[in-house]
């Protein structure tokens, strides 16, 4: 039963699925100038032969003198056959629904698109099956010389010899599918997905493990691959646990690191999650907190960091690794480096100094440094300006981390143009990716800030099959989710799912204990189109500015950002 089970995971049981096994004879090797002579094909399942067909076809032109010696198939023998525009679609009649076989795939499919395409006729878009690719997985040098027809069907014992006639190839091609079928039969294969895809790099000892998937649940959620010391190795997500979990096992997963994060691995272990958004953001924290050896991302969320202005008479820019709630800031930025381009974009705008050295309203002046001379500081350690003179340079940066970036940019925009009008491109490369930086951090920020600012957001969208599923976010980290069957009062279910859903206190920075990627799907699935706000506290007390505008375009949606939304349409 288990076997059966497997089966049906993985796609379409091998004895379940119609071939059709084609050979074609023609005139030449190149489809776009020479024509078919004979077309031979014999439609199977199960290893019993359903039906066969034969046909000769008129090329409209001559046969070459060594073609005819090749196949015996003489001008003679087509003269009264039918053109291939009548041909193709009788054979296309008896291939309908199964899966094209031919040996040297390549050739014969390659003529038989080429008429189709001369003849204005459509093509199906079958599946295809080429047993030299196969047999060269399958059959090694000291079985066979080489992977020709005739050699195979020796091999396997072919109850019919290659002839260089269709109908003949066609049925020694069916005698050596059936016994490469066989074969991988023993190392597992069993569906036509894995058929299709089968290379003799997966090891049987991968194959082997497929135990590991046994009572994985078909839910939507996250997968944990374990060591034998139950030390995680690999966290994923999937809408379906068990029939993705399997492909591990195959030749459909053809990633040399997850081959060796398999052959490690002594358990999977399930995290069934009621949506596909509470399986991201389960997976993220896993792997925020696990670090395993063979996942590549989420693993350092620590290096994010951010940009904020320093609490001082005369502050400056600080890259920092959190933020204060009510800190005015731009990020978070996916490293320090990120955030150093975007400081330097508004040192290049914008003349706040750059000095680290503490100034109060009280230091002596000093000497004005090479910046204060060129004009990119105003320098207050010189005291040329006072507190509120200086302020006036912050309040700059204060517009920019707020929302409006537009002076800024234009000023560095007028500068690439400069320096690309001088020839110094790569000078004006640098400018622009600073640019980029600073206004992705500023995006983000305030993408970011209303949704860490709201104690408690709801939201539902309703799904495409039917039915509806609802999150529960409090300041911005992921509280609960609900999914909805159609035809089901989804209220309350969002209610249960709010009395149930994660406490998240209020944190002392802007996203707590909140991983920045965590947020990053949250919003991505609230941007969603057909998303409606059910819940909404706190998102216009949000520090700060420009949060209205952040949630302008859920607005139409949810006709009002507080209150009850109906389910009616």
Known sequence: MQMVQDVLDLGTALSETTFVVVDLETTGGNPAECGITEIGAVRVRGGVVLGELQTFVDPGCAIPPFIQTLTGITDAMVRDAPRIDAALPA?????????????????????????????????????????????????????????????????????????????????????????????????GVSSLEELRSYSARVPASTRRKRHLADGLPHSPGVYVFSDDAGTPLYVGTSGDIRTRVLT??????????????????????????????????????????????????????????????????????????????????????????????????????????????????????????????????????????????????VDDIVTVMAGDASSVVEALTARMAELAASERFEEAATVRDRTLALVRGASRAQRIAPLAASPELVAARRLPAGGWEAICVRHGRFAASVSVRPGVDPVPAIDAMRATAEVVPVPDTVLGATIPEETDILLRWLEQPGVRLVHLDGVWDCPVGGAQSAWARLEPVAQSARGAVGFAS
């Open 91 to 187: 054979f296309l009649e008896f291939a309908r629904g199964a899966v094209l076989v031919a040996h040297n795939a390549r050739f014969d499919i390659g003529f038989l698109k080429a008429a189709a395409e001369r003849t204005g006729t459509p093509w199906p878009g079958f599946q295809v099956l080429d047993t030299v690719h196969l047999a060269r997985q399958l059959v090694t040098k000291d079985e066979a010389p080489n992977h020709k027809l005739a050699t195979l069907a020796r091999v396997f014992g072919a109850s019919v010899q290659p002839t260089h006639r269709a109908l003949d190839d066609a049925r020694a091609t069916v005698d050596v599918l059936h016994g490469l079928i066989e074969r991988v039969g023993t190392l």
């Open 248 to 393: 591990y096992f195959t030749a459909a997963e053809r990633r040399r690191r997850m081959r060796d994060m398999v052959a490690l691995a002594t358990s999977v272990t399930p995290i069934v999650c009621a949506t596909r958004v509470e399986a991201q953001v389960r997976e993220v924290r896993l792997i925020a907190e696990h670090r395993p050896r063979f996942n590549r991302r989420s693993t350092r969320p620590d290096r994010a960091a951010w940009v904020r202005i320093t609490d001082e008479p005369f502050p400056r820019l600080s890259i920092v690794g959190r933020v204060r709630a009510g800190d005015i800031h731009v990020g978070p930025f996916p490293s320090r480096a990120v955030a150093t381009e975007a400081v330097e974009a508004l040192h290049e705008a914008v003349p706040i100094r750059r000095c680290t050295t503490r100034i109060s309203a009280r230091t002596p002046p000093g000497g004005a440094c090479a910046l204060a001379e060129m004009g990119r500081c105003v320098a207050p350690c010189t005291g040329s300006v006072d507190v509120d003179e200086y302020r006036a340079v």
